[in-house]
């Protein structure tokens, strides 16, 4: 199984609401990651968790919190958002990090903050 | 930081060859990746060089030349559900940054 799986796979939500994004894989990866990314541009790098524990947070702000219960899966909390946050978001894993691996990625959620 | 420059558009007819270049700039080179990103979907592993040259993966193939700074995506026999968009993918620092992309339309 080389899936990353993304749930919603699209977000509607207003500026004061709390909603939260779920990513799984069951490949026995230990490292994950969130991008986020605009229409026709590149994934951006937000976090990447190695061994549950965040070692990457790339000046995020704060009303975006991951959290990566166990190594399976990963959720990144959203409250307050912009409008400017909306983006494809999406989710990869890695046999381990750090190290040049390659990332599988999920299918993402398509989020519109209104 | 990084600096990686791949061309904005390409394109190519079906059946034929395409080239897609990538320089970069970056300290602490440890690899470089190639995906492919059709439309409103995620990007798919296509291929990973460490060391100088070329790897081929049946239809693609991909060269390095670390000390250029310089990759370049083959293509071969072009098929239409190629049109997708290319990003360049240098690892530093362990770390992963995406080239804007090269967005391939191959036409009949």
């Known amino acids: 199984d080389t899936e990353v799986t993304q749930t919603p796979k699209h977000l509607v939500m207003g500026m004061t609401n709390k909603k939260s994004l779920k990513c799984e894989q069951h490949?026995?990866?230990?490292?994950m990651y969130w991008y986020k990314q605009k229409a026709k541009k590149p994934p951006e790098l937000m976090f990447v968790?190695?061994?549950?524990?965040?070692?990457i947070n790339e000046s995020v702000p704060s009303r975006f919190s991951p959290e990566c219960p166990n190594s399976s899966l990963l959720n990144l909390h959203l409250h307050a958002l912009q409008p400017e946050d909306s983006a494809l978001y999406l989710c990869?894993?890695?046999?381990?990090?750090?190290?040049?691996?390659?990332?599988?990625f999920g299918p993402g959620t398509r989020l519109t903050v209104t | 930081g990084q600096n990686i420059d791949q061309p904005t558009e390409m394109t190519a007819t079906e059946g034929a060859i395409v080239q897609i270049n990538c320089t970069y700039q970056?300290?602490?080179?440890?690899?470089l990746f190639w995906y492919q990103q059709h439309a409103g979907e995620a990007p798919t592993f296509l291929s990973y060089?460490?060391?100088?040259g070329l790897e081929e993966k049946g239809r693609f193939s991909s060269f390095l030349s670390r000390s250029k700074g310089y990759s370049y995506l083959l293509l071969k026999e072009l098929q239409m559900k190629d049109s997708a968009s290319y990003l360049c993918?240098?690892?530093?620092?362990?770390?992963?940054?995406f080239g804007g992309g090269t967005r391939l339309m191959v036409k009949p």
């Open positions: 990869a894993s890695s046999q381990e990090w750090p190290g040049p691996y390659e990332q599988y």
């Open positions: 490949m026995g990866h230990r490292a």
């Open positions: 968790y190695s061994y549950e524990k965040l070692s």
């Open positions: 970056t300290s602490g080179f440890n690899g």
């Open positions: 060089n460490v060391l100088d």
């Open positions: 993918a240098p690892s530093a620092g362990n770390m992963l940054t």
